[in-house]
């Protein structure tokens, strides 16, 4: 790097004061002076303080762009900047969050995002901490989350001290992740800083969302400012998200007025809270089914027009399949085989339509972006801003007649919606009183602790839990789930959560963390933090001591290799020893209850969770459980 | 004769719905043997230790209800043969009938779950 012209000045000017500041500032003559003897001045003076460096600027652009907290794992790469965080800013907005793991920083971002709507800021080493944080740097840009990453490096080789320094100096930090970040820059000045900071904020957050990364450098913050006064930080300003065409919109309204069997499928539809609002007036406005995904909460499950259950039989029978923020479009319409040959066919002779953001973050190399499907109308638009103007073109053009025909097709989906809620009830009375603790059971008992409080389901809503919570539960707003990891990368739900509950916190609500063992075992610390820092969080595990879902695909493959399935366990399972997961909760500081394997335990254990939970603790309860 | 995949989950499922009453029944199978099987050959894996099912729509449905079955085990042959979705096929060479029928035996003997109504946890 040629050295930044805001270095240099900043230097030139220390330089230039150091004779005068000697008397005050304790520095080292590099030419001692014999008493009584004369001799010439001294030449350099080696200087080894300041009271403002380059960091602390750093620390008043973190605190213009608002951010409450700052996640890391120390790292000397960008030690001035936590020294000023801690110091300098008070350890207040943000406050320092002790990590474990870069992977549990990222993660913890992303959790806390899908409740508070605010980035986390994350510090990282911009090599060996980078690395750690890449998967989950790779969960957020699936699931669309902004994440805003700070990495230290030491780019000038003049300056690195020691050999550590150079295996943790990298000539472009954030090549490693761009492939799966929206904004990256490595800034050679502090007005750079600033203003590349003011733009990644921006950035990350005009939908579609996706994490960000910024490097700061060590001579940057490292570097003195004395009396400068040239800094300034840009003013930020919120752009308003993509939204569809009024032609587009006004042609999609009269298509879902006509439809006779419309589906609604909702994605990552809701990124604020007014995303659940819109959709379900637009649902109620046309009475149509409505197929929530999970990956968001999206529509209330026990709404009457909440046919998520049936969304196979909707697809294949629909005349109108309208998709919102689906991340995979064409496996909602086609029938893909998982047996050894590939065979794939479109399941519905239905007109297809679909608002989605997607493709404005189209990137090349990872694969997320899922198969090409033609539709018949598309709308490259944020979905949640494109409703609002969808519900009224619909409005403008629904008649009398017409909305009476509705009402008698909304009347058959209650119908429909009830026998579905029977059905679950009636599958989870099967293995009721089954040791092993059964997921059905597992969730029910939950579900009677908890829902008379203002709970918060941080993790495991979807398919680890067989979607049992959200077919028992009765999720009513849209901080009730925060949906899943997004790349489906395993370690997401353990810091997921205690991000989620550290937002969670000043609300007072109930965070709920249905822990799967094999994500835990990834980065276990993150328990350690939340007691640290005095994060309540109820987490039950569901223990069912073995990666599952993997065991089954060796059971697919072995059974296509015409083998048996016999040994499919083998690197699959978490057992022998049994891991005791109350221990481990207490060893990290929090309360451990359990293993409990026998589901007439459960009710006294979890009261006694919530009790302390709402002392504002971390507690997390052994449950050992079937598979799924 | 070549069905698909669909046809064939289809056929399967039509089955499953009919009565037990009157249908064609193979020779008792051995439910110890069974148990120790369905858990051997993975079968608890999607199904659940006691055969009560897995997942549902949307995300993931899979592994249907198996306890107490309506389907004849002809019908279940035939599936495990040549199953659907996510299955993965059972063919003779790991799987024999009479396996089968003992997993099917197995199923047979599970309890019945106390009625619905008399759970209080799922009445809330």
């Keep these: 790097m040629s050295k930044s012209e805001d270095a240099n000045v900043g230097r030139r000017n220390f330089l230039s004061n150091a004779a005068a500041l000697a008397a005050s500032v304790p520095v080292a003559l590099a030419a001692a002076q014999a008493p009584g003897q004369e001799s010439a001045p001294p030449t350099k003076v080696e200087v080894q303080t300041t009271d403002r460096p380059g960091a602390d600027f750093m620390i008043d652009v973190f605190k213009s762009l608002g951010f409450e907290y700052v996640c890391a794992n120390p790292g000397s790469a960008f030690r001035a900047i936590q020294e000023s965080v801690v110091n300098y800013g008070g350890n207040s907005k943000p406050e320092f969050i002790t990590c474990c793991h870069e992977e549990s920083s990222v993660a913890m971002g992303h959790g806390y995002f899908k409740v508070e709507g605010k980035p986390m800021l994350v510090f990282a080493h911009g090599t060996v901490g980078l690395q750690h944080a890449s998967m989950a740097i790779y969960n957020a840009f699936c699931d669309r989350v902004p994440v805003f990453i700070v990495l230290g490096n030491n780019l000038n080789a003049a300056t690195r001290r020691s050999s550590v320094d150079w295996v943790h100096s990298v000539q472009d930090a954030p090549s490693l992740v761009r492939d799966f970040t929206k904004f990256d820059d490595s800034p050679v000045s502090l007005s750079q800083f600033a203003e590349s900071c003011v733009r990644a904020y921006k950035v990350a957050m005009t939908a579609p969302s996706a994490p960000v990364v910024l490097v700061a450098d060590a001579e940057l913050s490292e570097t003195p400012i004395v009396g400068r006064t040239d800094l300034t930080i840009p003013k930020l300003t919120r752009a308003s998200p ?315 493959a072995a059974n296509q290799h015409n083998r048996g399935i016999e040994r499919a366990h083998i690197g699959t399972s978490i057992d022998d020893p049994n891991i005791n997961y109350a221990k481990l909760a207490e060893s990290m500081g929090m309360m451990g209850i359990g293993p409990i394997d026998k589901p007439g335990d459960l009710a006294p254990a979890i009261r006694r969770g919530i009790e302390t939970v709402k002392r504002g603790e971390p507690v997390l309860i052994d449950v050992v459980t079937q598979p799924r | 004769m070549n069905l698909s995949i669909v046809t064939r989950l289809m056929l399967a499922l039509a089955l499953w719905a009919l009565p037990v009453a009157g249908q064609p029944s193979a020779k008792a199978g051995d439910a110890g043997n069974g148990k120790k099987l369905y858990i051997a050959d993975g079968c608890y894996e999607c199904h659940g230790l006691q055969g009560q099912g897995g997942s549902s729509a949307p995300v993931g449905s899979y592994g249907p209800r198996l306890a107490r079955p309506k389907l004849p085990v002809e019908a279940i042959r035939a599936y495990v043969r040549h199953p659907g979705g996510g299955m993965p096929p059972y063919t003779p060479k790991v799987l024999s009938d009479s396996q089968i029928d003992d997993i099917y035996a197995f199923l047979k003997t599970i309890p019945a779950p106390p009625p619905v109504k008399d759970i209080p946890l799922l009445n809330e």
């Design chain 1, 242 to 556: 993509p939204a569809g065409d009024s032609a587009a919109v006004a042609e999609l309204a009269g298509m879902l007025i006509e439809s006779q069997n419309p589906v609604i499928v909702a994605g990552r539809l809701a990124r604020t809270p007014d995303g659940m609002a819109h959709l379900v007036e637009l649902a109620e406005l046309l009475q149509s089914p409505v197929v929530d995904s999970g990956v968001r909460m999206n529509f209330p499950n026990r709404h009457r027009l909440n046919l998520s259950a049936n969304s196979r039989a909707l697809v294949e029978n629909a005349d109108l399949v309208l998709g919102l923020e689906v991340p995979d479009f064409y496996g909602l319409v086609n029938s893909i085989s998982r047996q050894l040959e590939y065979s794939a066919h479109l399941i519905t002779k239905a007109k297809l339509a679909c608002i989605s953001a997607g493709d404005r973050l189209a990137k090349s190399n990872y694969q997320e972006f899922q198969r090409y499907q033609a539709v018949d109308l598309d709308l490259a638009a944020d979905a949640e801003a494109t409703l609002p103007s969808l519900v009224e073109a619909v409005k403008q053009r629904m008649n009398g007649g017409r909305r009476r025909d509705l009402e008698a097709r909304g009347a058959k989906i209650a119908q429909q919606h009830a026998a579905i809620w029977a059905k679950a009830r009636l599958d989870a009375s099967y293995a009721w009183d089954a040791s092993p603790v059964s997921v059905a059971r597992l969730c029910s008992e939950l579900w009677a602790q908890i829902r008379n409080e203002d709970w918060c389901l941080a993790n495991s809503s979807g398919i680890f839990v067989s979607n049992w919570p959200l077919r028992l539960w009765d999720f009513d707003k849209p901080y009730r789930h925060i949906g899943g990891s997004g790349g489906a990368g395993m370690g997401y739900g353990a810091p997921a959560a205690v991000g989620a509950a550290l937002a969670n916190k000043k609300r007072g609500r109930l965070t709920v963390n249905i822990q799967t063992d094999g994500d835990l075992m990834y980065a276990p610390g993150v328990l350690w933090t939340a007691a640290h820092h005095r994060i309540p969080l109820l987490t039950v595990m569901h223990n069912n001591r073995a990666y599952h879902q993997e065991m089954m695909e060796v059971q697919v």
